[in-house]
C-alpha cells in the first residue's frame, strides 16, 4: 500500500543523546516535511525538502539536523543541542501542485 | 510561523447536533486546508479551499471562506461519535517559495452518544 512509515512510533532518550526519526515514503511525492507538535499546541515546522539533496529550516530548526539523500527518506536527527525535545513528530509529503499533505503516524520521543 | 487560530478551542457536542469550529488567519493565501487528527495520530487531510471560493461541501462537511475577514468556518453536520478528533486548519504562504503549511493550534471536539 502507499503511504508514510515513520519508525519508530515511541523512542525514549536520555539527556544528551543524538536520536534519529526515520521517514519513509513511497507516494513518489517530491516534497517532505517534518512538523513537531505538542501538547494542546497545533503543529511547528522543523524543516522540509522539495528535492533530493536539498533541504531548508523551518519555524524551529535549532537542535535538528535533516538529510535527503534519497527521494523515499527524509530522516530528522534531534541532537543533544535541543533543549527540550519531548514532543509527537510528525513527518509529511504532498504531492506537487495539489497543495494537501500526507501525514504518517508519527513518533512520539520522550526525554528521560 | 503558525498562522491561522481556531475557536473554539474545545467543543462537547451530542450525536446528531451539528458542530462548527472556526479559523481565523492573519495576511493573503491561495488556499485554506482542514485536517483532522486522532488522538495520537497522524493528521488527515478533510478538505481544501482555494481563495476565489466561498462554499465548498464534501459528505457531511461544509467548509466557507471570506478572505475579506480572513476568517472560515467547518461545519460538521449530523455529527457522530467517530467524529471526536482535533481538527486543524492550514493556511499557505503565497510569499514563501518552499510551500510549507502553517497550522493552528486546533480545535478538540467531544461528540458524546
Known amino acids: 500500500d502507499g503511504g508514510i512509515t515513520q519508525s519508530p512510533k515511541y523512542l525514549f532518550r536520555k539527556e544528551g543523546q543524538n536520536v534519529t526519526l526515520s521517514c519513509e515514503q513511497n507516494?513518489?511525492?517530491?516534497?517532505m516535511y517534518w512538523y513537531r507538535q505538542d501538547p494542546g499546541q497545533g503543529l511547528r515546522l522543523i524543516y522540509y525538502s522539495q528535492i533530493v539533496n536539498d533541504f531548508q529550516k523551518g519555524d524551529i530548526a535549532e537542535g535538528y539536523s535533516v538529510s535527503r539523500e534519497k527521494k523515499e527518506s527524509f530522516p530528522l536527527t534531534v541532537t543533544s543541542a535541543q533543549k527540550n525535545p519531548t514532543a509527537f513528530y510528525l513527518c509529511?509529503?504532498?504531492?506537487?501542485?495539489?497543495?494537501?499533505?500526507?501525514f504518517g503516524e508519527g513518533s512520539r520521543l520522550t526525554v528521560l | 510561523s503558525q498562522q491561522g487560530e481556531e475557536d473554539p478551542q474545545a467543543l462537547s457536542i451530542q450525536e446528531g447536533e451539528n458542530a462548527t469550529m472556526n479559523c481565523s488567519y492573519k495576511?493573503?493565501?491561495?488556499?485554506l486546508q482542514w485536517y483532522r487528527q486522532n488522538s495520537g495520530r497522524g493528521l488527515v487531510h478533510l478538505i481544501l479551499?482555494?481563495?476565489?471560493?466561498r462554499e465548498k461541501h464534501s459528505g457531511r462537511l461544509r467548509v466557507t471562506l471570506d478572505t475579506s475577514k480572513k476568517s472560515s468556518s467547518l461545519l460538521i453536520t449530523a455529527s457522530r461519535a467517530a467524529d471526536t478528533a482535533s481538527y486543524f486548519c492550514a493556511t499557505d504562504d503565497p510569499g514563501d517559495s518552499g510551500y510549507a503549511l502553517n497550522f493552528g493550534k486546533g480545535t478538540s471536539l467531544l461528540v458524546t452518544p
Open positions: 495576511t493573503s493565501i491561495n488556499n
Open positions: 507516494l513518489n511525492h517530491d516534497a
Open positions: 509529511a509529503t504532498d504531492r506537487r501542485g495539489t497543495g494537501e499533505l500526507f
Open positions: 479551499i482555494r481563495s476565489n471560493e
